[in-house]
């Protein structure tokens, strides 16, 4: 499968924890995006790396940090885990930094904070 | 500030009637809009954007910026059109603004 792909796709875990959900783009694709689900929500916009740099940064909270390393794969970091954080955390990528370009999505992955 | 309303959570219809999912936004200058959908256990896609002008399994969408909407259009709905869809704007940042959704339903 060349598409995004992310794991895990569920984590259960406790408030205070500190979790890492990662995500690999496309093949070929430079952008990593990563947007945060909660009920009645939408998609926030989180942040985006281009080729291992920060682009853009959206509502992401100080607890939150994200990375894209060498390889174009991405991980996103929440820490001090709160009962709020529960939600489906989606991946997207694209080919380049341009948010107009289509964003292919990977599957999600439900966070479940207990 | 960049912002994307889509007023129904939920629109039910019966196949074969028309359907319009409204989205609204708020920008100042010239956007850049898409309609993402999602299907039952599949992954968010891209159905259609604005500057392509095209028609993706029969839904159309027309940007009025006077009226700043990108309504999503079908004639005649199908069973197959049910899914959550998302309106987004692409503004002057790199972000992309994506709306709460809506639910559509057709029912047989």
């Known amino acids: 499968d060349s598409g995004v792909t992310q794991t895990p796709k569920h984590l259960i875990t406790a408030t205070g924890q500190r979790v890492t959900l990662r995500c690999s783009p496309r093949?070929?694709?430079?952008?990593v995006y990563w947007y945060q689900q909660s009920l009645d929500q939408g998609l926030q916009f989180l942040i985006q790396?281009?080729?291992?740099?920060?682009?853009a940064k959206g509502n992401i909270l100080e607890r939150f940090s994200a990375q894209q390393f060498p390889d174009l794969h991405s991980e996103l970091n929440l820490s001090s885990l709160e009962l709020g954080d529960s939600a489906l955390y989606f991946c997207?990528?694209?080919?380049?930094?341009?948010?107009?370009?289509?964003?292919?999505f990977g599957p999600g992955t439900r966070l479940t904070v207990l | 500030a960049q912002r994307v309303t889509q007023p129904e959570k939920l629109l039910s219809v019966f196949k074969g009637a028309p359907v319009e999912l409204k989205c609204n936004y708020s920008?100042?200058?010239?956007?850049?809009l898409f309609w993402y959908v999602q299907y039952s256990r599949q992954r968010l896609q891209l159905l259609l954007r604005?500057?392509s002008r095209e028609s993706i399994k029969g839904f159309t969408a027309d940007l009025n910026k006077g009226e700043t909407s990108f309504h999503l259009k079908k004639p005649f709905a199908q069973e197959e059109d049910s899914a959550m869809y998302y309106c987004?704007?692409?503004?002057?940042?790199?972000?992309?603004?994506f709306g709460t959704g809506t639910r559509l339903q057709v029912f047989p």
């Open positions: 997207a990528s694209s080919p380049t930094s341009f948010s107009y370009n289509e964003q292919f």
């Open positions: 093949s070929g694709d430079l952008s």
């Open positions: 790396y281009y080729n291992g740099e920060e682009r």
């Open positions: 920008y100042s200058g010239s956007p850049e």
């Open positions: 604005h500057i």
């Open positions: 987004a704007l692409s503004g002057d940042t790199d972000k992309l603004i």
